[in-house]
């Protein structure tokens, strides 16, 4: 298999008159942390949902861990993790019982469950809450949850959509250690958010304005390109062209 | 196989944690059988007559205490005045008004009387038609019962009437098969739409979409636990029918059993299919009670399909419930085979394939 674990050529999604995703093309290798940023309402879930084939792209093609985004989204979901900017672990069963259902849903094994399921909850230190319903746990354990579910069948790529929202400084630090533990051992990490901080751990980052994507480089590169300090002062120069979204 | 019972085991483990839905799957099909039967009747009860008697003679006094013998009737005002009755009948506390001429004793011995008025109330027209053929058939025996005194015939004595199928006349066993249907709807009609909305209004559906899930295996598992459930109520009903109301089929009820399965895969496919069109509890809802009335209103389970005009009975052709409470009615009270009800059996058959295709086929998992 190819390095490159997402190709994307020439994406468009269009609601009606209302282009969300405009002409959008660019590629990601095995193991690296994708940064995907941009306003509220430049279209990166959109582009996301995609990709994870969840939503049939207008035009352009594309390919996620080999498959075709247009023809083989069900094939593509074999393949990829997914983490939705809502909370979508079902909040009435528990840690464990939520694990042994993703896992049964990829198709693991029964005993592979069980030891995936034993490694997941060290990991996450979530031994003593295996039991405990998902409904009541704070939101940064759910989020991290969420994440380590959906690395349960070992995809090539996670996609996570703004996976630290208002979550505090703290969890926010060890879901970030999650990720880069998730791409060392090769999985590819695509990831949108807000924070500036996080856009530079990241290998490369894209900024998305109004549908397009702006700039692609590393944050460092990036920087240099804008002149800036920070990757903050690299968005805020971008994003105050944006027309939509705010 | 696998993927198909981890969600099975999913769904009930979600029913079992809700706080209210399993008490309702029990209680809701024992309240309904238990209560319904009892408070709704068609049968027209406790018609109020008032008797205006002009004549003062036996056979007005006759009249008078056939109205009050007769079960359906009770005399609630005996007086001399018209209008007074009039009064009581606007005031809605009497609901016919008998007036007997008068001399009309006098007079029908010799030749034609004067005749008996009755005036009835008929703003609840069922009760205003129903309850003035009782009264005009309590006058005609009374009257009939006078006149054989004189004469070695008896009219009365020369007819025989049989009830067939339901001798008592009671108006229960018409309704408890219908009872039945409209616990199908309700409990195997809302709760998989509202199931699969409920997903969609907590997300979880988006984590379950972004998964290789055939899109068969997620609609069953939705459509299974609900198919269980209604064969539990099927099962409580006819329980309930019997122990309160002393209702058993008189056919077999391996073909009630089979009616049934197939209305409920029916409905519950029809629910899905509905949940799979709305984004939200609110429009599912709307949707479903607009059916839903149709359903209960024109498939021939609380009045009779013959009596609509000829256009809506080819319409009930399209309702499923027509053709379940059809063959409910016939086995309960009649005793009919499966083999004689085949037509229904094919019609709900059709429906059921329909409606479950349909189901999985509108699921959408990519937009």
């Known amino acids: ?50 990709l994870c084939g969840l939503s049939y792209p207008t035009s352009g093609s594309g390919t996620v861990a080999g498959y075709d985004v247009m023809r083989n989204g069900e094939q593509i979901k074999r393949h990829i993790g997914y983490m939705s900017q809502r909370f979508s672990l079902y909040n009435d069963l528990t840690v464990l019982e939520n694990m042994r259902l993703f896992a049964s849903i990829y198709g693991l094994s029964k005993k592979h469950t069980e030891e995936r399921a ?32 959906a690395t349960i069948h070992h995809p090539d790529v996670i996609f996570l959509d703004e996976p630290t929202g208002g979550v505090d400084p703290i969890t926010r630090r060890q879901f970030w250690e999650l990720i880069y533990k998730a791409a060392e051992n090769g999985t590819t990490i695509f990831v949108t958010t807000h924070y500036m901080d996080e856009a ?38 971008l994003a105050r062209g944006a027309k939509r979204g705010g | 196989m696998k993927v198909f019972i981890a969600l099975l085991q999913k769904e009930f483990l979600q029913i079992r944690r809700n706080s209210f839905l399993p008490r309702l799957i029990i209680a809701f099909p024992i309240l309904v059988m238990l209560l319904m039967p009892l408070i709704m009747t068609m049968d027209v009860r ?18 008078a205490s056939h109205i009050n013998a007769s079960e359906y009737l009770s005399l609630a005002q005996s007086t001399a005045e018209y209008p007074l009755a009039l009064d009581a009948l606007k005031h809605g506390d009497i609901d016919i008004i008998v007036q007997i001429p008068n001399n009309f004793e006098r007079d029908m011995t010799i030749s034609t009387p004067e ?89 979880t559906i988006e984590q379950i979409n972004v998964t290789p899930i055939s899109k068969l295996t997620f609609t069953l598992s939705k459509l299974v636990p609900y198919w269980i459930i209604g064969l539990f109520v099927v099962t409580v009903a006819m329980i309930v029918a019997r122990l309160v109301y002393g209702l058993s089929p008189v056919g077999s009820v391996a073909t009630i059993y089979f009616g049934a399965i197939l209305f409920i895969f029916t409905i519950s496919g029809f629910s899905i299919t509905i949940a799979n069109f709305s984004d939200t509890m609110q429009q599912t809802m709307f949707v479903m009670f607009f059916f839903v009335m149709i359903f209960m209103l024109l498939s021939g389970l609380l009045t009779p399909i013959d009596s609509m005009p000829q256009w809506a009975q080819r319409f009930t052709l399209l309702l499923p419930p027509r053709y379940l409470v059809e063959i409910l009615r016939s086995v309960y009270l009649k005793g009919t085979t499966f083999i004689e009800l085949w037509p229904n059996f094919v019609a709900l058959g ?15 998992k990519q937009a």
């Not at chain 1, 909850?121 to 969420?146: A, D």
């Not at chain 2, 018609?47 to 006094?61: E, K, P, Q």
């Not at chain 2, 009835?120 to 009939?144: D, E, F, H, P, R």
């Open chain 1, 1 to 50: 298999m190819s390095d490159i674990v997402i190709s994307v050529k020439n994406l468009t999604k269009q609601f009606g008159n209302f282009v969300a995703v405009d002409n959008i093309s660019f590629d990601v290798q095995r193991g690296e942390i994708f940064g995907f940023l941009g306003a509220n309402g430049a279209g990166k879930t959109t582009a996301m949902r995609m």
């Open chain 1, 118 to 149: 034993t490694e997941l909850l060290n990991q996450l230190n979530f031994m003593s809450e295996r039991n405990t319903l998902v409904g009541s746990l704070p939101l940064g354990w759910k989020q991290k949850l969420s994440f380590v579910i």
């Open chain 1, 200 to 237: 530079e751990y990241c290998s490369r980052v894209s900024i998305m304005v109004d549908g397009k994507i702006c700039a692609l480089d590393t944050p460092t590169r990036l920087k240099e390109q804008y002149s800036a300090n920070s990757m903050d002062e690299v968005f805020r120069t």
């Open chain 2, 46 to 63: 406790n018609v109020n007559i008032a008797i205006v008697d002009l004549d003062h003679s036996s056979t007005s006094h006759r009249i």
């Open chain 2, 115 to 203: 005749r008996i008025s009755i005036t009835a109330n008929a703003v609840n027209a069922t009760k205003g038609s129903m309850g003035l053929q009782y009264t005009v058939q309590t006058i005609a025996k009374a009257l009939a019962e006078l006149q054989c005194e004189k004469s070695p015939i008896n009219v009365q004595e020369l007819l025989t009437v049989e009830n067939r199928y339901n001798p008592t006349l009671n108006y229960r066993y018409y309704m408890i098969p219908a009872l039945m249907i409209i616990l199908f709807i309700l409990i195997c009609g809302f709760l998989p739409a509202l199931s699969i909305v409920g997903e969609k209004e907590s997300g």
């Open chain 2, 350 to 364: 059709i429906f059921a394939i329909f409606f479950n295709t349909l189901a999985a086929l509108t699921y959408k």
